[in-house]
Structure formats: structure tokens, C-alpha cells
């Protein structure tokens, strides 16, 4: 399918099943009712850790039906999966993990070269220097960067460069990989394909990475602006809040994973 196809597909995609639509919105209100009732001044202790676990379990719920709406793309299923909320609940806890591993692979990565470099080793000394020169006198804040040694301020600023470089190249690197995983798992069922990284690569070349990184572009542009909409009718007192999640956050997500399944559908 080409952008605009995908695209088109996603939009239409949330309401091909009302019914079924409407049940995954009650599963949103749900997760969201931890952060929503307090701003109503329901505050109460055991109030807010039944539904602080209820967030949680609704949670992995709606995250294990967001890969079921991933694989029905890939498929070219037309309208939203049944729930089966067992088995959503525990795809959703392995997706989480799966997104974790994901994460804790560049963040690694990052924290060894940012030793290396001595990011952390100079930092270490600015702020030693600046509580000497504080606790000589310093009362401001050029007074305070003057104490530092030229030599560990260029240090710090060479390898906070290198650090963020780094960074973003492997963010930008592992959230596409992160993406691909997670089709992979929505379509086998398995968190060990989701973390095949050859067989990912592959998938990947087999779509396209121009079309991967200009499709996940657009539809997260889409996604924003939907958002600052709901953002919008959320400013009408008390029941704009609540017309904003129960439709508009659904339907962002719905979008969203239809598109990322729509996507890989030839991978």
C-alpha cells in the first residue's frame, strides 16, 4: 500500500465496528480514571490505589488489543479484532516488555560512551569547582563558570556532543528496530521474534527504510494534530475532558497501530 492508501485506511479504520469501538473507548476512561478523578477532588487513599491498579491492568489490556490491531493490519483484516481480554492482558505485558528491552539496549549503549568520553568524569568536576568557588566568594553565575578549568569545560563540552549524537542516532535507529519488533511479535505471538534483530533488518528492507521513516513521519504529524484538537475540546469545563479521551485518545491509537500494521503488511 502506498502513504496514502495507508493513510486513508487508518482514518476510516476505528469506526468499522461501532460496537466494538465504543468498548475500547470504555477501556480508555478506565485506564484513565487515576489521573482524571483527582482533578475532581476524589482523593481518597484506598480510592486512588484500586484505581491506580485498575490503570495498570487496563493498561497492558489496551496495549495487548493495540497488537492485535497491528496483526489485523498486516493481514488486511478490515474491522477491529474481538476481545479476548485474557490473552490481550498478558500480549500486553509482553510488549511492554519487549518495548523495555528496546529502550534499555541504546540507554546502555549511551551511559558507556558517555563514560568513555568523560561526560560523567568532568561533570563530576564542574560541580565540585562551582560549590568551591560558591563557598569562595562566587556570587554569580559567569563568577561560578570562570572557577572551572578550561580544560574540563571543554572536556564535558566535546563529550556531552559526542553523547547526544550517539543518542539520537541510536534513538532514532532502535525506535524504528522497536516498531518492527513489535509487528513481529503482533504477527507470530512470540517476544523472542519481536527481538530477532536479523530478521528485523530484514522486514525492514523489505518495506522500505524511506517508506518506514516518512509513513511513522506523517502519521505521528496526524496524530499531533489530532491531539491538539482533543487538547482544544478538553478546555470546556468538566465533560470536555471526558469527550477527549473517550473518543479522540481512541481514535488516535486505533489509527496509529492500523497504520504501523498497514505498513509492514509486505514485510
Do not use: H
Amino acid at each position: 500500500m502506498n502513504l496514502r492508501e495507508i493513510i486513508m485506511d487508518a482514518i476510516k479504520f476505528p469506526i468499522s465496528d461501532t460496537r466494538k469501538f465504543l468498548i475500547f473507548c470504555v477501556l480508555i476512561i478506565l485506564m484513565s480514571l487515576s489521573t482524571i478523578l483527582p482533578s475532581y477532588g476524589v482523593k481518597d487513599g484506598t480510592v486512588s490505589i484500586i484505581l491506580s491498579l485498575v490503570t495498570l491492568i487496563v493498561s497492558f489490556v489496551v496495549l495487548g488489543y493495540s497488537v492485535d490491531v497491528i496483526k489485523g493490519g498486516t493481514e488486511g483484516d478490515d474491522t477491529l479484532p474481538d476481545f479476548d481480554y485474557v490473552k490481550q492482558f498478558v500480549n500486553g505485558i509482553k510488549a511492554f516488555i519487549l518495548e523495555i528491552i528496546y529502550f534499555i539496549i541504546p540507554a546502555v549503549i549511551v551511559i558507556i560512551v558517555a563514560s568513555a568520553t568523560g561526560l560523567f568524569s568532568s561533570f563530576t568536576e564542574i560541580v565540585y569547582a562551582s560549590i568551591d568557588s560558591v563557598a569562595n566568594g562566587a556570587s554569580n553565575f559567569t563568577m561560578i563558570m570562570a572557577a572551572v578549568p578550561k580544560a574540563t569545560m571543554n572536556t564535558f563540552t566535546n563529550a556531552l556532543t559526542v553523547t547526544l549524537i550517539v543518542a539520537i542516532i541510536l534513538f532514532i535507529i532502535f525506535s524504528l528496530m522497536s516498531f518492527t519488533g513489535l509487528v513481529r511479535f503482533a504477527k507470530t505471538g512470540s517476544g523472542v521474534e519481536g527481538l530477532r534483530f536479523r530478521k528485523i533488518l530484514k522486514d525492514m528492507s523489505n518495506v522500505g527504510f524511506v517508506k518506514i521513516i516518512v509513513t511513522l513521519i506523517v502519521i505521528y504529524i496526524i496524530s499531533l494534530l489530532l491531539a491538539v484538537v482533543i487538547g482544544l475540546i478538553g478546555l470546556f469545563p468538566y465533560i470536555g475532558v471526558f469527550i477527549g479521551i473517550f473518543i479522540g485518545v481512541p481514535f488516535i491509537l486505533l489509527f496509529l497501530y492500523r497504520a504501523i500494521g498497514l505498513l509492514y503488511a509486505d514485510a
